[in-house]
């Protein structure tokens, strides 16, 4: 099993930015890669960003590219999502989550969620 927890949400202004955090813990070791996801009032829950744990690999939201970077470091088991130039349509509750293989099956870990809230 693997634990997570994030830090770093909070309230900015629009084009300021913000850096999260996501620290893993127990099972490190199966995870494959990282990532973020969003969840706005009342829509559901997307991909943000996600870094591959081994290569370093990275993916974005078309919404975020050029304005997000994921990053991970390996010695402190934490992915950081640093988040610049926020506009009003990036409020959301951010969770970090893990995602592991082993054979043919999946497991994804979350963490407890962060609140960003950019204001106009």
């Known amino acids: 099993q693997v634990q997570l927890v994030e830090s770093g949400g909070g309230l900015v202004q629009t084009g300021g930015s913000l850096r999260l955090s996501c620290a893993a813990s127990g099972s490190i070791f199966s995870i494959d890669a990282m990532g973020w996801h969003w969840q706005a009032p009342g829509k559901q829950r997307e991909l943000v960003a996600a870094?591959?744990?081994?290569?370093?690999?990275?993916s974005y939201a078309d919404s975020v590219k050029g304005r997000f970077t994921i990053s991970r470091d390996s010695a402190k088991d934490t992915v950081y999502l640093q988040m610049n130039n926020l506009k009003p349509e990036d409020t959301a509750v951010y969770y970090c989550?893990?995602?592991?293989?082993?054979?043919?099956?999946?497991?994804?870990?979350w963490g407890q969620g962060t609140q960003v809230t950019v204001s106009s």
């Open positions: 989550y893990s995602l592991s293989k082993s054979g043919n099956r999946v497991y994804m870990n």
């Open positions: 870094i591959s744990i081994s290569g370093g690999s990275t």
